[in-house]
């Protein structure tokens, strides 16, 4: 099992920037992936974003190309999402997830992320 921490989440205008970042403990090295998920209120979990944990080769849902951007720091056990010129319809909670043997196994509790307009 791994434990997942998200941080950085926050209130921010249309068009600022924020970093949200995820730590991990536990067995990491069993993990094969790390993605972003959000979850706006009265909608479904989507994915955000991915990054292989050996290669680093991310994905990216079509909404956020271009403006968001993950990366990892694998001394450190940790994931990154950059997010930039960030709109209303951003505005969610972001969470981080493990993939371990194929599915999304760990997650954490979540971070709020608003964009005022």
């Known amino acids: 099992q791994v434990q997942l921490v998200e941080s950085g989440g926050g209130l921010v205008q249309t068009g600022d920037s924020l970093r949200l970042s995820c730590a991990a403990s536990g067995r990491p090295f069993s993990v094969s992936s790390m993605g972003w998920f959000r979850q706006a209120p009265g909608k479904e979990r989507e994915f955000v974003a991915s990054?292989?944990?050996?290669?680093?080769?991310?994905d990216y849902t079509d909404s956020v190309k271009g403006r968001f951007t993950t990366s990892r720091d694998a001394t450190r056990k940790t994931v990154y999402l950059q997010m930039n010129s960030l709109k209303p319809e951003d505005t969610a909670v972001y969470y981080c997830a493990a993939r371990r043997s194929g599915d999304w196994r760990d997650w954490g509790q979540g971070t709020q992320v608003t964009v005022s307009s």
């Open positions: 990054i292989t944990w050996s290669a680093g080769i991310t």
